[in-house]
């Protein structure tokens, strides 16, 4: 069972619609014994990293989600990428889950349109799993004005938008964080989410 995380501040629904479209059991759940029952766990998110770190503060579950990602399969989404890092500027320096170093600031190029809104092709390193069956046209959905800076160990794939965006983030073991949806990124998308959840042993 894949468990998506409900603290307030996610598009849950959209997540959980792809999942059910591939056919993965999977489970809408703010409970830390589910989150420790579950084989995997996704983390969305939307809105601004300060707030929905403190929701996920309120909702009591930071422990939990920092203990089960070094255990299972997990991977954030748009905002829930964001927070897997040290920390954010957006707004004021706000401290983040710490999975993966790096921090995120707001994307600065001049003469792009923000937030980034739209399709843009990916660059893939090919022997991550999350990307098996891809080919070499692949394109994503982003939203979002606020973009990842970390070593290129952690960086799994990109795209161009001014300069690299950082798509595709890891640590090499069980953390995955997608920029983009997933869940709103067609046939690619549902690929990637699909070889997300057949990391489940």
């Known amino acids: 069972m894949i468990a ?17 479209h591939l056919g993965y059991e999977n489970k809408l759940t703010d409970k830390k014994e589910e ?12 809105g601004a990293f300060p ?24 991977m954030g989404i748009c905002l829930g ?18 999975l993966i170093s790096g921090y ?4 600065t190029d001049p003469g792009l349109v923000i ?20 080919g070499d046209n692949e394109f994503v959905y982003f939203v979002h004005s606020y973009k990842a800076f970390c070593d290129d160990k952690n960086l799994f794939a990109y795209s161009e938008y001014g300069s690299k965006v950082p798509a595709v983030v890891g640590d090499g073991r069980f953390v995955y964080g997608c ?5 709103k990124s067609g046939d690619t998308g549902l690929k990637i989410l699909g070889n997300f959840a057949k990391l489940v042993k």
């Open 35 to 46: 989150l420790e029952a579950a084989d995997a766990i996704i983390l969305p998110g939307v």
């Open 179 to 183: 920029q983009f949806h997933p869940e």
């Open 81 to 98: 990428m964001q927070l897997l890092f040290d920390k954010s500027y957006e707004f004021e320096e706000c401290e983040g889950l710490g």
């Open 104 to 107: 995120v600031d707001r994307i």
């Open 4 to 20: 998506i995380v409900e603290y307030g501040a996610g598009n849950i629904f959209s997540v959980k619609n792809a999942l059910d």
């Open 115 to 134: 937030p980034h809104m739209g399709w843009n092709k990916l660059e893939y390193v090919p022997e991550c799993p999350l990307f098996e069956g891809l």
């Open 51 to 74: 707030w929905a770190m403190n929701m996920l503060k309120q909702s009591g579950l930071v422990d939990t989600i920092k203990e089960q990602s070094q255990v299972k399969p997990f």
